[in-house]
């Protein structure tokens, strides 16, 4: 049976890019960007990788179907949507909160994704045993996806990055790196990059969401089911407030990066971490001459519904 991977064109070598910002001059830390925002304008960032063996696996039991969850603005579902019509199989997106149209939600409309709302009470029930069961009645065959693409086929599916980041090196002249530094949501795809680690190089994971125990523990949890050790990596709080929280600064600092890096930055994951990232080489936790590889999650269909409101902290 073919992979995927292969059937959808994902073996393409990855994009690695060198980053010119002035505070990175200033210190001396080279920071290389692992574009995955590039890859594919659909099935962009983490989540092609979180996906393709929750694929692999749909398509080893013949499943009829997609079954995945998220919020009206989900990245997740976004890609599910995209990917399910690229291989001719249908997709069910059960939605956060009341029914709203937001430009992702539009994109997975018109991308043949059947949607569900479940209002918040009933997507706070998503994780209780019972969950699933009237989505498998009503959609015999199915295979669920659990939010986010997470769990450990998801990780899995990350620690493939790893080779390739090492096949891509040579792009930049680079022999070697000191450490990945990347967004963290769920811990999934550290978790991934910790197992594709092998303990080689570090892993810092910039959290999105306010710090606390469950993604630590999602890690530690992923990390056993993959018979490693919880070490080798570093969760920091990138959040600013709060998950999905914006401020003039982050408004400001996307803007600059953009002009002065080339890069697109989301503001909800790549940009907090890429702040958060500046906080440690302006404060010299890294020494000139460290090399770091800042993985790209991508998340940029997000940012259409985010943009009036950052145009507007900017304009102030
Ligand atoms: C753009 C982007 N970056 C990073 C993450 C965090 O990924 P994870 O939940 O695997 O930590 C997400 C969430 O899925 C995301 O959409």
Redesign the pocket.
């Known amino acids: 049976m073919s992979s995927v991977q292969s059937d959808l064109g994902f073996d393409a070598p990855l994009i690695l890019q060198p980053l010119s910002l002035d505070w990175l001059a200033r210190s001396g830390v080279e920071v290389a960007v692992l574009r995955l925002d590039l890859l594919d304008p659909e099935l962009s960032?983490?989540?092609w990788f979180?996906l393709v063996k929750h694929l692999d696996a749909a398509r080893s039991v013949a499943a009829p179907g997609l079954i995945s969850l998220g919020g009206p603005h989900s990245?997740?579902l976004h890609a599910l949507a995209a990917a399910g019509r690229r291989l001719g199989l249908p997709t069910v997106g059960l939605l956060r909160g009341h029914e709203q149209v937001t430009p992702t939600v539009a994109d997975l409309r018109g991308w043949g994704m059947q949607l569900h709302w479940l209002g918040y009470a009933g997507y706070r029930e998503r994780n209780l045993p019972t969950f699933w069961t009237p989505w498998r009645a009503r959609y015999p065959g199915f295979y669920c996806i659990p939010e986010?693409g997470?769990g450990l086929p998801?990780a899995l599916g990350c620690a493939g990055l790893v080779p390739r980041v090492e096949s891509a090196l040579a792009s930049l002249g680079w022999k070697d790196y000191d450490a990945l530094w990347l967004?963290?949501?769920?811990?999934?795809?550290?978790a991934g990059l910790v197992i594709g680690e092998a303990g080689r190089h570090r892993v810092f994971g910039a959290l999105?969401g306010p710090p606390s125990h469950a993604v630590d523990a999602g890690v530690a949890n992923l990390l056993a089911q993959a018979g490693m050790a919880s070490s080798g990596y570093e969760l920091l709080d990138a959040s600013r407030g709060g998950f999905g929280r914006f401020d003039r600064e982050l408004a400001q600092f996307i803007l600059d990066t953009e002009r002065q890096g080339g890069v697109p930055l989301?503001p909800i994951?790549?940009a907090k971490t890429m702040m958060a990232l500046r906080l440690y080489v302006e404060r010299g936790y890294f020494p000139a001459g460290t090399r770091l590889i800042f993985v790209h999650?991508?998340?940029l269909q997000g940012r259409r519904a985010a943009q009036g409101q950052l145009q507007k902290l900017i304009d102030g």
């Open positions: 960032g983490n989540k979180k990245n997740h986010g997470g998801g967004a963290a949501g769920t811990g999934t795809t550290l999105a989301d994951y790549t999650t991508g998340g």
